[in-house]
């Protein structure tokens, strides 16, 4: 029975032309709803693949630490004949870009050298920021007998 009564309230024309009002603001609020979602998203992927091809365009150069560097970089410093070398590397022991550990060798005697920014060759002590002594820990990683300091 009540059934009936709600088809018969929207049989009437005013009722009925409201919720055709109400029905189209609701539809066209959704259809805007996802044309903006749908053009968000356009404009997003297309930013997001600019971005990527952007990155892409930029060529990624790591440069690694290799033992015919290091004894170019260690001849050059101690200003040795690069063909004849007395200092020669043995060995690259942590290839990092801002600071390397090498192992050289001078006179039958290994020590570990340090390379900072690929340019600069450094022997010596290098502590890190707790205090702790890096050549020495490296001394010791790597066998090597270390001569009076």
Do not use: C
Not at 94 to 120: F, T, Y
Request: proline residues 5%; hydrophobic residues 40%.
């Amino acid at each position: 029975m009540k059934l009936r009564v709600v088809l018969k309230r929207f049989s009437h024309p005013q009722v009925r032309r409201r919720l055709k009002i109400g029905l189209s603001l609701w539809a066209a609020a959704i259809v805007l709803s996802l044309i903006s979602k749908i053009s968000y998203d356009i404009g997003y992927f297309k930013a997001q693949s600019l971005i990527e091809q952007k990155n892409a365009a930029m060529p990624v150069t790591r440069q690694f630490l290799t033992p015919e560097a290091a004894q170019r970089i260690v001849s050059g410093a101690l200003k040795e004949d690069p063909n004849y070398p007395k200092t020669v590397v043995l060995q690259v022991v942590d290839n990092n870009p801002k600071l390397s550990a090498i192992i050289v060798e001078n006179n039958k005697q290994k020590h570990i050298a340090w390379i900072v920014d690929m340019r600069l060759y450094f022997t010596g002590d290098l502590f890190s920021d707790n205090g702790y002594n890096l050549t020495q820990s490296m001394e010791y990683q790597n066998n090597i007998i270390a001569g009076p300091r």
